[in-house]
């Protein structure tokens, strides 16, 4: 049985905390798709930690986490991060498991990453510049090195030949910055992968799910990030949605059973693209700074709005979420008033679908209001003890979007959740 947990809007829902708490009942966490562009937060022993590739299970020694073929692969940031959760206690080599099929990321392709934003200009994406659109491209162009490559004498043929083409791409963009001592550390992380567990990924998973095991697909990014169904061109380049599991990790549609689908209680967006709920105003500021609403994997400051309900329900269609889960309910705290974004006004007439396009087109959000619970919510621990203030608000968009909210997260920590 795999479940999975994905986010609904633009990413950053708050996955790596959710996915920390549920991890004791799973045998098996896995990421099926992006890459180090992802930054997912969790608290050990009261430690923040930002974890970027490896899944968000890799605290709990006895669990099993797997990067699986769906996911790009930067090695250099992988090596980082294995220190990094080392110095927890943590054995990847025990319970860190890595596709032969996962795609690499290299050099080049964070260097062509950088020169087609520059091409850009204004219109650009606004890339995390990890290299994850190159990456994907040469995939699905078929020119991707993969990890089981880095077992076979003729890597590096391989890699000089991949290199020699993306220096005529960059030779194009008229891209110059030496990356020398970024392929040097590049080489000498390709090292350290060959010395953790690369595996034939799809008869393991397989092969664990028919002995019973469980197994939690986790999404990186969000499902408006969407390669096929975001807002394009500004998403992410690839699938997040519950679809992306099947292909991510070679397990079959049967196979998947709950879709916790993340939102926060408000919404986020970092980057460039369309934000039809975004504020620009002081309420959007507040929702920043309360919120700490700053890039996980940049730094960069998240734009901040209300609640997009549009947006929330076309998500929860295209992923078939069997549970929703709010994170960051007690941002919202000190709000007197909260407004959710119930249509699109688009030309002066009413939507309530997800258009085609969303760049470039004047979309006025149709606010229904609420009253704010004015309460500190985060020593809640049950759902009896929420304020009505908040059921009412969660009632309203449980029917908007036609799937139920099972869980609220009142704060980062573990234990800060309500179960509904
Ligand atoms: P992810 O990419 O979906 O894993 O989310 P990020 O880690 O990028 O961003 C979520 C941020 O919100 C992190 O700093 C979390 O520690 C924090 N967070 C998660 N859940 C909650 C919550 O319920 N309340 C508050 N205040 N912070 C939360
Ligand atoms: P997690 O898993 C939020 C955004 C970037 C940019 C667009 C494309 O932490 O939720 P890319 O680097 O993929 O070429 O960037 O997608 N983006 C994210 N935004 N959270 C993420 O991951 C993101 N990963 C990519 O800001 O707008
Ligand atoms: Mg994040």
């Known amino acids: 049985m795999v479940d999975v947990l994905l986010g609904l809007q633009w990413g950053d829902e708050g996955k790596g905390k959710i996915v920390d708490y549920f991890a004791p009942k799973y045998d098996i966490i896995a990421r099926f798709q992006g890459g180090p562009n992802a930054g997912h937060t969790l608290y050990v022993n009261g430690q923040k930690m930002v974890l970027h590739q490896i899944p968000s299970g890799i605290f709990h020694q006895h669990i099993i986490n797997i990067i699986g073929n769906g996911v790009v692969l930067d090695p250099v940031t992988l090596k980082r991060e294995c220190d990094a959760v080392a ?114 990924c799809e008869y393991f998973i397989n092969k664990s799910l028919a002995e019973g095991k469980k197994v939690l697909a986790e999404g990186a990014q969000g499902s408006m990030l969407d390669i096929d169904f975001g807002t394009f061109p500004f998403v992410t380049s690839s699938n997040t949605i519950s679809a992306g599991v099947c292909t991510g990790l070679g397990v079959s549609p049967k196979q998947i059973n709950e879709v916790l689908g993340v939102t926060k209680a408000y919404c986020t967006r970092v980057g460039g693209g369309p934000f039809p709920t975004e504020l620009n105003d002081a309420t959007g500021e507040e929702l920043r700074r309360i919120g700490s609403e700053f890039g996980a994997t940049t730094g960069r400051p998240r734009r901040c709005g209300w609640i997009d309900l549009v947006a929330l329900k076309f998500a929860c269609m295209i992923n078939g979420v069997t549970q929703l889960i709010m994170t960051k309910a007690d941002v919202l705290d000190s709000f007197e008033t909260l407004n959710v974004c119930t249509a699109y006004k688009i030309n002066g007439q009413e939507h309530t679908e997800v258009p085609f396009q969303m760049s470039g087109v004047d979309i006025d959000p149709v606010w229904k209001s609420f009253s704010g619970w004015k309460i500190d919510s985060t020593s809640i621990k049950d759902a009896g003890s929420l304020p009505e203030t908040m059921t009412t608000y969660i009632d309203f968009i449980n029917k908007y979007v036609g799937a139920p909210v099972k869980y609220v997260s009142n704060g980062p920590g573990r234990e800060q959740i309500v179960a509904i």
């Open 87 to 200: 110095a927890y206690g943590i054995d990847v080599r025990k319970n860190l498991f890595i596709s032969q099929r996962t795609n690499l990321i290299v050099p080049t392709h964070r260097a062509l990453d950088k020169a087609s934003e520059l091409q850009k200009g204004d219109a650009k994406i606004g890339s995390t510049l990890k290299g994850i659109g190159p990456a994907y491209m040469d995939k699905t162009g078929r020119n991707a090195l993969r990890v089981g490559d880095i077992l076979s004498p003729s890597f590096d043929a391989q890699y000089k030949e991949l290199r020699t083409k993306h220096q005529t791409l960059l030779n194009n963009f008229n891209f110059t910055e030496d990356i020398s001592a970024a392929e040097q550390e590049f080489f000498d992380a390709i090292e350290f992968l060959r010395t953790l567990n690369i595996i034939n």
